[in-house]
């Protein structure tokens, strides 16, 4: 009698412990799945804004020089072009 109590307290206790064994690699298998989802998606990013700065070009407006879209400053004359500086100009008398 004694060994039936014990061994069905052994097995509720080796059914408690499997379940929670499925629940934990479940989480940890969603959780892994969400991270590299959101490092795909990173990478995705930095490959297309890679390619966007190889293909568009900037004509600067001072010597019509064009060069890639990451600088902030033209190569060859040295404006800075993010604030295009138009020049003042005088009133007609």
């Known amino acids: 009698m004694s060994a039936t109590i014990a061994v069905q307290i052994v097995g509720v ?3 408690m412990f499997i379940g ?3 629940v934990v690699l479940l989480f940890v298998h969603s959780s892994s799945k969400a991270e590299s989802s ?3 998606q990173k990478k995705k990013i930095e490959v297309l804004d890679k390619h966007f700065n190889e293909m568009v070009r900037i004509e600067c407006p001072y010597c019509k020089t064009l060069y890639s879209s990451d600088r902030s400053d033209c190569p060859n004359c040295g ?3 993010r ?3 138009f020049p003042k100009i ?4």
């Open 79 to 81: 404006a800075d072009t």
């Open 20 to 22: 929670i064994v499925i």
């Open 90 to 93: 005088s009133e007609l008398d």
């Open 13 to 15: 206790f080796a059914i």
């Open 38 to 40: 959101t490092e795909l």
């Open 83 to 85: 604030r295009i500086k």
